[in-house]
C-alpha cells in the first residue's frame, strides 16, 4: 500500500515541477496534496520532497518566508534520515530565499553547506547549481571577476555531463555580466549559445526571457528593428505563457523603443505593464513602472501627471524599503524556530536583535533621506531655489487657477547679460558665486511678494506673479533688475570694468489670452531676446490683451 502511495506522490511531485514557473498556485496546490499524503501515510522521505516542491512554488510566488519555511523543514526531515540528496536540496532552496532578500552572507552560508554535502557525495548536478548560485552573489555584489570564475567552472561541469538546461542558464548568467560591462559581442554570443539550448528544449519562459535579453542588446548597438524583433517574438511567449511577472520587463522595454522612434504607442505598452504589476502586486516592478511614467511625463512636459507618478514611485519604494527590512527579520525569525539551543542560536539571536535595532534606525533614516531626495528632485542643486521641473508644474498649476479665476499673471524670462565673459575673468568658481548672488537678491524680491521663482537653466532664470496688471508688472520688473544692479558684481573685458546686469523679457495679461504654460514661455522667451537686442540691462515687457 505504502508503495502505491509513495508512488503517486512522486508522479504528483514530478507534474507539479513541470508547471512551478509558469502556474505557481497551481504547482503549490499539488505539493501540497502530495506533502498531506505522505503525512497521513508517515512516508518521511516524500514529505520531506514535498516540502521541496513546496518551497519551488513559494519561490515562484516570491513569498519568500514561506519559501525558507518550506526549506528549513525539509532540511530537518533529511537531516534526521540520512537523506544527502534532499538535505542538499532543501540547504540550496534556503540559500536562495535569503539571496532574494539580499542577505548575501546568510545565502552564502548555505550555498558552501551545499557545496560541501555536493563534493562529498560526488554530486556533479549539484555542483554545477551552487557554483551557479555562488557566482549570482558575487555578481549581485558587484565582482564581476569572480562572478566569472565561478560562473566558468560550473559551465565545464555542466558541457562535461550535459547538463543542458542548467548550461543554458549559466550561459545567460555570462552574457548578462558582459552586457553590463559594455561588451555586446561577448555578450551577444554567449546569449545566442543559451537560445539555441532553450530552442532545443522548448522552454518557452527562458526563450522569453533571453529573447529580451538579445532585444536590450540590439537596442544598444542602435540595431531598431532586430530590437523589435526580439522585443514582440519575448512578449507573444511570455504571454503564451501567461507569466505577468517577466512580461512586465519586456513591455517596459517596447516602451522605451517606441519612445525613441517618437511613437504615442508607448504609453499603450507603458500602461499594460503598469497594469499587471499592479494586477500581480510586483511592488519592485511597480516602482520601476511609476518612475518610468513619471519621466515620461516629464518628457511631454505634462509635468502634473509626472508628479503624480513621481509621488506613487516615491511611496511604493519606501514601502519596499520598509518590507525589505522587515522580509530579512522574518527570515532569520524563521530559522530561528529550526536551531536548537546551541552556540549557532545565540548568535542568530543576537543577529536578530541586532536586525531589529538597526531596522528601526534604517526606517527612520530612509524616511529623511526620501524627504531630502524629494526636495533635492525639485530644487536647483547650486541655489537652492527651484529647479526646470519645479518651475514647469508650478506654471502649469498657477495657469489653469489664473484661468479658473480669471485672474491675469506675468511671466518674467531673466538672463545675466554676458555672463560668459564673468567666466572668462575670474574662473567658474566665481561664477557660480554670481549666479547664487543673483539668485538670492531676486529671492529675497519673491519671497516678501509670495510669488513664484527658480532657475530654469545655466544663466537663465524665471519669475511669474498672479493678481497683477501691466504698470505693477513693468515695475516689478524694473524693481528685480535695479536690485541685481546694486550687488556689486562686476569683470573686466578688454580693459574695462563692467558691472553684472541682467536682461528681462515678458509678457502679462489675462490668462485666458496668455494662452499654455509652454506658449508663454515661448512669448517671454521673445521678449527676452528683444531685451538683448535693445542694447541689455532692459526690461521689455509684451502686454496681450
Known amino acids: ?104 552572507e546568510e545565502a552564502l552560508r548555505y550555498f558552501l553547506e551545499v557545496s560541501d554535502v555536493a563534493f562529498k557525495q560526488s554530486d556533479k548536478f549539484m555542483q554545477s547549481c551552487v557554483m551557479n548560485n555562488i557566482g549570482e552573489i558575487y555578481r549581485e ?36 555580466i558582459f552586457f553590463n560591462e559594455g561588451k555586446y559581442d561577448e555578450s551577444l554570443d554567449y546569449y545566442l549559445k543559451s537560445y539555441d539550448i532553450l530552442v532545443e528544449k522548448n522552454d518557452m519562459l527562458t526563450m522569453g526571457g533571453i529573447e529580451n535579453r538579445l532585444g536590450k542588446i540590439s537596442f544598444s548597438v542602435k540595431d531598431f528593428m532586430k530590437a523589435e524583433e526580439y522585443y514582440f517574438r519575448a512578449l507573444n511567449r511570455l ?15 517596447i516602451a522605451e523603443l517606441m519612445f525613441n522612434k517618437n511613437d504615442r504607442k508607448a504609453f499603450v505598452y507603458i500602461e499594460k505593464a503598469m497594469s499587471y504589476a499592479e494586477q500581480i502586486n510586483a511592488k519592485k516592478k511597480m516602482c520601476q513602472v511609476y518612475k518610468y511614467i513619471s519621466e515620461c511625463y516629464e518628457c511631454e512636459e505634462d509635468y502634473k501627471s509626472s508628479l503624480e507618478y513621481y509621488k506613487k514611485f516615491y511611496n511604493i519604494n519606501e514601502e519596499i524599503t520598509a518590507s525589505n527590512l522587515g522580509n ?37 533614516r530612509i524616511r529623511e533621506a526620501n524627504k531630502i531626495l524629494e526636495k533635492r528632485a525639485y530644487e536647483d542643486e547650486l541655489t537652492g ?11 502649469n498649476n498657477t495657469v ?17 547679460d554676458h555672463f560668459k565673459k564673468y567666466n ?91 494662452g499654455s504654460a509652454s506658449k508663454i514661455m515661448e512669448a517671454a522667451d521673445k521678449e527676452l531676446y528683444n531685451a538683448k537686442e535693445a542694447g541689455r540691462n532692459k526690461t521689455v515687457l509684451k502686454l496681450v490683451d
Open 1 to 104: 500500500m505504502k508503495e502505491t502511495v509513495s508512488k503517486e506522490i512522486y508522479e504528483i511531485l514530478e507534474k507539479s515541477k513541470k508547471i512551478a514557473a509558469i502556474r505557481p498556485y497551481k504547482s503549490y496546490e499539488m505539493s501540497l496534496e502530495a506533502y498531506n499524503k505522505s503525512r497521513k501515510f508517515s512516508l518521511k522521505t516524500e514529505e520531506g520532497y514535498s516540502l521541496v516542491a513546496m518551497a519551488f512554488a513559494c519561490r515562484a510566488k516570491s513569498e519568500i518566508n514561506q519559501m525558507l519555511d518550506c526549506s528549513l523543514r525539509a532540511l530537518e526531515i533529511f537531516e534526521d534520515t540520512n537523506n544527502a540528496d534532499g538535505k542538499m536540496k532543501s540547504l540550496n532552496l534556503a540559500g536562495i530565499a535569503y539571496f532574494y532578500s539580499s542577505m548575501y
Open 424 to 514: 572668462d575673468c575670474w574662473g567658474h568658481s566665481k561664477g557660480d558665486y554670481c549666479l547664487k548672488k543673483v539668485a538670492d537678491c531676486i529671492r529675497n524680491i519673491q519671497n516678501k511678494r509670495k510669488d513664484t521663482f527658480g532657475r530654469y537653466g545655466g544663466e537663465e532664470f524665471v519669475y511669474f506673479a498672479k493678481s497683477i496688471d501691466y504698470e505693477q508688472s513693468l515695475e516689478l520688473g524694473n524693481y528685480i533688475r535695479n536690485e541685481v544692479g546694486k550687488l556689486n558684481l562686476y569683470y573686466t573685458s578688454n580693459g574695462q570694468t563692467n558691472a553684472v546686469t541682467i536682461s528681462i523679457g515678458g509678457v502679462t495679461g489675462k490668462a485666458a489670452t496668455l
Open 328 to 364: 530579512k527579520i522574518e527570515l532569520l525569525n524563521v530559522e530561528l524556530k529550526y536551531i536548537k539551543a546551541n552556540e549557532k542560536y545565540e548568535k542568530l539571536k543576537t543577529r536578530l536583535q541586532e536586525e531589529i535595532s538597526a531596522k528601526t534606525k534604517e526606517l527612520q
Open 400 to 416: 489653469e487657477e489664473a484661468l479658473t479665476n480669471d485672474d491675469s499673471l506675468v511671466l518674467f524670462m531673466i538672463d545675466i
Open 239 to 253: 504571454e503564451e505563457v501567461n507569466n505577468k511577472y517577466f512580461t512586465i520587463d519586456v513591455l517596459m522595454n
Open 141 to 176: 555584489s558587484s565582482s564581476n571577476e569572480k562572478a566569472l570564475d565561478y560562473f566558468f567552472d560550473s559551465l565545464k561541469i555542466c558541457q562535461d555531463n550535459k547538463y543542458q538546461m542548467n548550461e543554458a542558464s549559466i550561459l545567460g548568467n555570462i552574457g548578462e
Open 385 to 395: 531655489i527651484p529647479n526646470r521641473r519645479s518651475i514647469n508644474f508650478c506654471l
